[in-house]
């Protein structure tokens, strides 16, 4: 049960557009379309915003994206916002009713 | 609305045990499976149990196993962690958070505030 992997920071400009990667294994990540993704501003619970792979839920932005090549999920914000700084965390099933976070995106809109 | 309400956390001593809880409310407590989070201080999100909406399926982190026991009261509405044997390792915030859709879970779509759980003699 390792951590997945994402990169500890990116950032962009108000409009731009970033990508977090999050890089799993043939168990986790490349095994199962169970991938979701949580927003999280400091001192607050998490807050989904992105659901097996592709799926936004209801009230998310469009701006929000994701999508999946093998064993590595990917989250886009575009058109940057000053809300959107955040700590972002990738989250995948993997089998037998276990569950594996990433180790989390800081991301900064400059 | 869905609410999700952690208590029991405070200050406990390495090696005691502690049991937290959470609430549930706005929703069919007995359709959906329930997980715990935690986030250390300053560090990530770490899965750490969850049980399936009728009790019979519970799974938890290898850094819990043996250690830690997920239950639930579908008449109470209520799920609780069991944490014994803890050590400063476990200082941390606990959230619950339920599992997507109902009778499975492949998202964690609402979460509580946490419940901080502080190890220390």
Redesign the interface.
């Known amino acids: 049960?390792s951590?997945l992997t994402q990169p500890r920071s990116v950032s962009g400009s108000p409009g731009q557009s970033v990508t977090i990667s999050c890089t799993g294994t043939s168990s986790d990540v490349g095994g199962y379309n169970?991938v979701?993704w949580?927003q999280?501003h400091p001192g607050k619970?998490?807050?989904?915003v992105i659901?097996?792979v592709t799926q936004r839920?209801s009230g998310v932005p469009d701006r929000f994206s994701g999508s999946k090549s093998g064993n590595t999920a990917s989250l886009t914000v575009s058109g940057l916002q000053a809300e959107d700084e955040a700590?972002y965390?990738c989250?995948s099933?993997a089998g037998?009713?276990?569950?594996?976070?990433?180790?989390?995106t800081q991301v900064t809109v400059l | 609305q869905v609410q999700l309400v952690e208590s029991g956390g405070g200050v406990v001593q390495p090696g005691r045990s502690l049991r937290v809880s959470c609430a549930a409310s706005g929703f069919t407590f007995n359709t959906y499976t329930i997980?715990w989070?935690r986030q250390a201080p300053g560090r990530?999100?770490?899965?750490v149990a969850?049980i399936?909406y009728d009790g019979t399926?519970?799974?938890c982190?290898?850094?819990v196993k043996g250690r830690f026991t997920i239950s639930r009261d579908n008449s109470y509405n209520t799920v609780y962690l069991q944490m014994n044997s803890l050590g400063s390792e476990d200082t941390a915030i606990y959230?619950c958070?339920r599992g997507?859709p109902p009778y499975s879970s492949?998202?964690?779509?609402y979460?509580?505030?946490?419940t901080l759980v502080t190890v220390s003699s």
């Open positions: 049960q951590a169970h979701s949580y999280q619970a998490p807050k989904l659901y097996d839920p700590d965390y989250c099933y037998s009713y276990i569950y594996v976070f990433g180790t989390g | 997980h989070v990530g999100l770490e899965w969850l399936s399926k519970k799974s982190a290898d850094s959230f958070a997507s492949s998202s964690l779509d979460w509580g505030q946490g």
